[in-house]
């Protein structure tokens, strides 16, 4: 009989490990604050928005770096890759301008 078992864990299983790995957090923060569960979901809003807002960021820094360099090489798709920037810029303001509506609405912060 082997005390280690080998076999490796599922998908589910994983997910399932990481969201209560990302859980945990929250629950100690909401028993921290008195039990008040709205306080930390709007904290959780804020991180997630932060991460949006950090990757949206580095997708932007990529695209520039790209769109730069294909038009000192001459790529032919140069002007795409510039129409995809404009697009993301577009959506990454669309995504802040949601956000803030939706602040301001009192629909986020009431959780």
């Given at each position: 009989?082997?005390?280690?078992?080998?076999?490796?864990?599922?998908t589910l299983q994983k997910?399932?490990?990481?969201?209560?790995?990302?859980?945990?957090?929250?629950?100690?923060?909401?028993?921290?604050?008195?039990?008040?569960?709205?306080?930390?979901?709007?904290?959780?809003?804020?991180?997630?928005?932060?991460?949006?807002?950090?990757?949206?960021?580095?997708?932007?820094?990529?695209?520039?770096?790209?769109?730069?360099?294909?038009?000192?090489?001459?790529?032919?798709?140069?002007?795409?890759?510039?129409?995809?920037?404009?697009?993301?810029?577009?959506?990454?303001?669309?995504?802040?301008?949601?956000?803030?509506?939706?602040?301001?609405?009192?629909?986020?912060?009431?959780?």
């Open positions: 009989m082997h005390l280690y078992n080998k076999q490796t864990p599922s997910g399932a490990a990481s969201l209560l790995l990302f859980m945990l957090p929250l629950i100690s923060q909401a028993q921290n604050t008195g039990g008040n569960l709205a306080g930390s979901l709007t904290s959780v809003k804020d991180w997630i928005v932060g991460i949006v807002n950090v990757v949206f960021v580095i997708v932007m820094v990529v695209g520039v770096i790209k769109v730069v360099g294909g038009f000192i090489q001459g790529n032919p798709n140069a002007t795409r890759n510039l129409v995809y920037l404009i697009v993301a810029a577009l959506v990454w303001f669309g995504f802040s301008v949601l956000i803030g509506d939706f602040s301001s609405l009192g629909a986020i912060e009431n959780i």
